[in-house]
Every structure is written in C-alpha cells, then in structure tokens.
C-alpha cells in the first residue's frame, strides 16, 4: 500500500534553532497535512496543503506541497520548549478518502 | 472551532467485558469519522470509517464482530470493544472530517484502553 516517508526518527535541537522536516512519497497525494501530536494526546492539525506547489504559514510553521505532489516539507522557525512532540504528515488521494500516515518524527528541543 | 471529543479519556477493564467509547463532534457536523488504534511510539493506524446512517468500512485485518461501530448521528461515532483481552489494550483515536471541508480530518484526544 501507499506509505509516507519520514526520516530520521528522531531530531535534537536547540532552543530557539530553525528545522525542517521532510516528507516523501513514491505515490501521487492531492492533499498534504501536517499534526502535532503531544503524548498521551490525539494529533492536532497545524496545516492543511492542497495545491501542488503551495506554501502556507502558521505562525512560526510553514509548509509546502512540492511541485511533483510526492512530497511536503514542514519548517518550525525559532524552536521554544513547547514545540517537543511528534510531527506526521500525512496525505490524501482524493476527496472523502483516507489518510495516510508517515511513522511521525519525535522532535525535542534543549533549552 | 473543529473540535472533537472522545469519552472516556481512560477506561481499565476486566478481560471479557465489552468497553463502548464515544466520539463527538462538537462544533462542526461529520458526515464521516476514523477510528484509529495507537501503539506505542507508533504511527496512527486506521481501523475503519464509519459513515453516518451507514455500516462502516473496516481495513483488512480488524474484526468487526470485535469492534462495533456506530455512527448514528453527524455528530457522534461509538466504538464498542467486545469481549475485550490484554492484547486489546491500546490507545484508540477518533477523527471526524468536517462536512463543509474537503480531507481535513480533526482529531478526538484518544482513550487509553487497559484490558487486566
């Protein structure tokens, strides 16, 4: 079936340090979307891509929907304490159809 | 707004009792929700779609007769976890996709489920 690549599992940072993640697909998705989740939690949604090429900002967090529609990337500028927890992406093929996850990347920051 | 809700928050259980969990929609109707199962340090995995006045659709490999799903109204999906056992102890996660948005799912704060 249809997986979602994130790598590498875990990411360190300092405080107050920009990061990128990335996400990779062999298959065409439509609609990219990136959560937080924090432990002991559900995911929470912090973008929603849905244009081949796109780039949408929320506060500190941009993502784009790469041009070839096989890949996002998610940046976090200016890392603070609160910004630890895991990261999916996750996307859609389609209108009303599932999602699918990547295996999420566990970030933490060193203040 | 989009935000969905999940009660119990945490239920402990003896082995062959049935556990009923519900997820709600509480500002936004959802013609269609998700229920996932979480394992630790683990990605979501989906379990079924449940669509409202509809029998839900279940990925292979999870037992329906096992895991009961309700989605009688746009705002409220139960799951029921039948005859549960140890190995059914999880971490359950609902979401819901707004019936004026296109794939955004939004998602419930999960139930620890602890099977003794």
């Known amino acids: 079936g249809q997986q979602l690549n994130q790598s590498p599992q875990s990411m360190f940072i300092q405080e107050g340090e920009d990061v990128s993640m990335n996400c990779t697909s062999s298959s065409i998705f439509n609609t990219w979307l990136w959560y937080k989740q924090d432990p002991g939690e559900g995911p929470v949604l912090l973008i929603a891509?849905?244009?081949?090429?796109e780039l949408t900002s929320n506060g500190r967090l941009t993502a784009q929907f790469g041009i070839t529609r096989k890949d996002s990337f998610l940046n976090i500028s200016a890392s603070i304490p609160s910004d630890v927890g895991i990261y999916f992406c996750?996307?859609?093929?389609?209108?009303?159809?599932?999602?699918?996850f990547g295996k999420g990347i566990t970030l933490s920051v060193r203040p | 707004g989009a935000v969905v809700s999940q009660h119990p928050s945490w239920v402990i259980c003896k082995s062959g009792t049935s556990v009923k969990i519900e997820c709600r929609s509480l500002d936004f109707q959802a013609t269609t929700m998700f229920w996932y199962r979480q394992f630790p340090k683990q990605s979501l995995m989906l379990m079924a779609t449940s669509n409202e006045g509809s029998k839900a659709t279940y990925e292979q490999g999870v037992e329906k007769d096992k895991f009961l799903i309700n989605h009688a109204s746009l705002t409220l999906s139960t799951l029921t976890v039948t005859s549960a056992h140890p190995e059914d102890s999880s971490f359950y996660i609902c979401?819901?996709?707004?019936?004026?948005?296109?794939?955004?799912?939004?998602f419930g704060p999960g139930t620890r489920l602890t099977v003794l």
């Open positions: 891509l849905y244009k081949a090429g």
């Open positions: 979401s819901a996709r707004d019936i004026g948005t296109v794939d955004e799912q939004f």
């Open positions: 996750a996307g859609s093929t389609g209108a009303n159809s599932k999602l699918t």
